[in-house]
């Protein structure tokens, strides 16, 4: 069965600096991933997605994340964070073999100091 | 965008209630619609797919007779918690996909917040 693991539970952090979320996941065959972002509040709005091609994504608000196959990995990257990216960003997966049903890795949760 | 709503985006009830959710796709039709479960600090738990036309299938631990699923037309399905309890308090989202695309991108509601009393 695919799952999906985010290293860090709670990040703090200053306006301007870099970020990078971690996201693993366990599935040895194609899946497709995806950044959700829940600000304070609000309902899970979509950051970017990868299926296929250039492993690099760009996403909205100046995220990007990185596929890497052999790492299994799928982080997330925004290179000057806002007080605004205070959120709680999950990392997720679908595969064909689950039915293409989403499976959640637990969270993050950023703080972003202003 | 697409967009889903839910009704009511929160609701009290006492114990042995019965309570039901909405969750629309208010510009795109959905085939497919999706219930999940999600505790305060925690992740999204997938409880069950709601297939237009058809029996919803429920997740491993779901208790079917419980979390009753209607997914009735290609624009709604509700949810209903049957004979609610304290522990059944949570927040409820819902997501769909457009039956259109062929892409696996899940559009999510606002969610509905139940508290049991």
Redesign the interface.
């Known amino acids: 069965a695919q799952s999906v693991s985010q290293h860090n539970h709670h990040v703090i952090l200053s306006e301007a600096a870099s970020l990078e979320l971690g996201c693993n996941y366990s599935y040895g065959g194609t899946v497709?991933l995806?950044w959700?972002v829940q600000y304070p509040g609000?309902?899970?709005?979509?950051l970017l997605?990868y299926?296929s091609g250039d492993p690099l994504v760009k996403g909205i608000k100046g995220f990007e994340a990185e596929f890497i196959k052999s790492k299994f990995s799928f982080n997330l990257r925004k290179p000057s964070v806002q007080w605004s990216d205070t959120a709680e960003y999950?990392c997720a997966v679908?595969t064909k073999a689950a039915?293409?049903?989403?499976?959640?890795?637990?969270?993050t949760?950023v703080l972003v100091k202003p | 965008g697409a967009v889903v709503s839910q009704h009511p985006s929160w609701v009290i009830c006492k114990s042995g209630t019965s309570v039901k959710i909405e969750c629309r796709s208010l510009d795109f039709q959905a085939t497919t619609m999706?219930w999940y479960r999600q505790f305060p600090?925690?992740?999204?738990?997938?409880m069950a797919?709601s297939n237009e036309g058809s029996k919803a299938t429920y997740e491993q631990g779901v208790e079917k007779d419980k979390f009753l699923i209607n997914h009735a037309s290609l624009t709604l399905s509700t949810l209903t918690v049957t004979s609610a309890h304290p522990e059944d308090s949570s927040f409820y989202?819902c997501?769909a996909r457009d039956s259109l695309v062929t892409?696996?991108?899940?559009?999510?509601?606002?969610?509905t917040r139940l508290t049991v009393l």
């Open positions: 497709n995806f959700y609000q309902h899970l709005q979509l997605k299926f999950f679908t039915g293409n049903k989403l499976t959640f890795g637990g969270g949760r | 999706f600090k925690q992740s999204l738990m997938l797919t989202i997501s892409d696996n991108e899940q559009f999510f509601g606002p969610g």
